[in-house]
């Protein structure tokens, strides 16, 4: 049974290009988180998914980031003309229902994203 | 507000013996928390959890304390293996009640 799948596991970009992450989350699982890491801090929650609805986006910047949750395929957190700060390590986590606390979320390996 | 946070960002323990980390939060409307553990260049992976009803929880080689009059739990890791050493974080469910809400983190270093 697989985990939770994040690709790519590295990406690097320059400032001003756009950046794709894409998650899929544990077979059974139609819920879908996205948080932040940034270097020697904890995880941000950005935004919580369900398939083709976005429920709490109120932890992802307002410009330039966005994220979807197709009824087919993937999750994918998108991010345009990227800036250095932008630079962290991206992590999806999905859980079977949508109740933190009763559910345990179950993360993926992340994505690094590093911005030149 | 919601927050939580780690005493110590750092903890170096001898291979064998017993580790604890400790995690402080402030809202006392909180009534559950998970700790997860991060190695290195992976994500975040499910340890333990806890209730608010209950004081202390056990599983294998490591036991949560939850000491809700002062807002304290802590993770205790018995026999503390090489293979411990990674970034701990506790967390608890954000005020929404979807996502979770992060403590900064606690590095435990075994050495042999």
């Known amino acids: 049974n697989a985990g939770v799948m994040q690709n790519p596991r590295h990406l690097v970009r320059r400032r001003g290009q756009e950046a794709r992450l894409r998650c899929s989350p544990m077979?059974?699982?139609?819920?879908v988180y996205w948080y932040r890491q940034l270097p020697e801090e904890g995880l941000k929650f950005m935004v919580y998914?369900?398939?083709?609805?976005?429920?709490?986006e109120s932890g992802m910047p307002k410009e330039r980031f966005s994220a979807e949750f197709p009824k087919e395929g993937p999750s994918i957190l998108r991010i345009q003309q990227v800036v250095r700060g932008d630079s962290a390590a991206y992590f999806c986590?999905?859980?079977?229902?949508?109740?933190?606390?009763?559910?345990?979320?179950?993360f993926g390996p992340g994505t690094r994203l590093t911005v030149l | 507000g919601e927050n939580v946070g780690l005493h110590l960002p750092t903890l170096s323990v001898q291979e064998g013996d017993n580790s604890i980390i400790n995690c402080a939060y402030s809202?006392?409307?909180?009534?559950?928390f998970i700790w997860y553990k991060q190695e290195s260049g992976k994500g975040p992976q499910f340890i333990i959890d806890?209730?608010?009803?209950?004081d202390k929880r056990q599983g294998q080689r490591v036991t949560v304390l939850l000491n809700k009059t002062v807002k304290h739990l802590s993770l205790q890791i018995a026999a503390t293996q090489p293979g411990d050493s990674a970034v701990y974080f506790c967390?608890?469910?954000?005020?929404?009640?979807?996502?979770?809400?992060f403590g900064k983190g606690t590095s435990l270093l075994v050495t042999p």
């Open positions: 077979k059974g699982h139609s819920h």
């Open positions: 967390a608890d469910p954000k005020y929404s009640g979807y996502a979770l809400n």
């Open positions: 998914l369900q398939k083709e609805n976005i429920i709490d």
């Open positions: 809202n006392s409307a909180s009534d559950y």
């Open positions: 806890i209730r608010s009803n209950m």
């Open positions: 986590a999905s859980s079977p229902r949508g109740d933190a606390s009763t559910d345990t979320q179950y």
